[in-house]
């Protein structure tokens, strides 16, 4: 199993260099996994299951070289707003940061699990239950923690735009 993966990473580096080359853009070991587990239909939670399909170098430049790999972005936080008076802005999400963390909340999203609203981790996909605080996986599988009820305080009085469901916890 451990030469597998040796040359799984063997490849995927290799075929770095082909894409980086073919694309011009700077890629990491993960831009590949992840790439490869999207078109293999692996969830990013499973990706690690994209070296078992022993493919080399050239395939999986092959099978990336279209891919549509994500751009860097970079978020710039100022003190205050430099919009003018006025101008129009989005009362049905907000990006909450808080020690390093960026928490995303969609007054209207599409999956009203664990909470309606809940918060999206930017980081690490994970969902936040803004009633308990309790932590869910991407796939709404409870991870068996929770954020502390000072920090869930803490988040939810950031929230200016949104109404919040109920704290539930004592």
């Given at each position: 199993m451990s030469?597998?993966?040796?040359?799984?990473?063997?490849?995927?580096?290799e075929a770095k260099i082909l894409l980086e080359n073919e694309l011009s853009i700077e890629l990491t070991f993960l831009n590949i996994q992840l790439a490869l587990a999207k078109?293999?239909?692996?969830?990013?939670?499973?990706?690690?299951?994209?070296?078992?399909?022993?493919?080399?170098?050239?395939?999986i430049f092959e099978m990336l070289k279209n891919f549509n790999f994500p751009i860097e972005i970079e978020t710039i936080e100022l003190e205050d707003s430099i919009l003018p008076k006025g101008s129009i802005t989005r009362i049905d999400e907000e990006t909450i940061k808080s020690k390093g963390?960026?928490?995303?909340?969609?007054?209207?999203?599409?999956?009203?699990?664990?909470?309606?609203?809940?918060?999206?981790?930017?980081?690490?996909g994970q969902k936040l239950?803004?009633?308990?605080?309790?932590?869910?996986?991407?796939?709404?599988?409870?991870?068996?923690?929770?954020?502390?009820?000072?920090?869930?305080?803490?988040?939810?009085?950031?929230?200016?735009?949104?109404?919040?469901?109920?704290?539930?916890?004592?």
């Open positions: 030469e597998q993966i040796n040359q799984f990473i063997k490849d995927v580096d078109q293999l239909g692996y969830e990013a939670d499973d990706s690690t299951r994209t070296a078992s399909h022993n493919l080399n170098a050239s395939q963390e960026i928490w995303v909340i969609h007054k209207y999203d599409k999956d009203p699990f664990p909470s309606n609203p809940h918060a999206h981790n930017e980081g690490t239950d803004l009633t308990n605080g309790d932590l869910y996986d991407s796939k709404n599988n409870y991870l068996g923690i929770n954020v502390s009820k000072k920090n869930l305080v803490l988040l939810r009085r950031k929230v200016k735009n949104i109404t919040l469901p109920e704290l539930t916890f004592i």
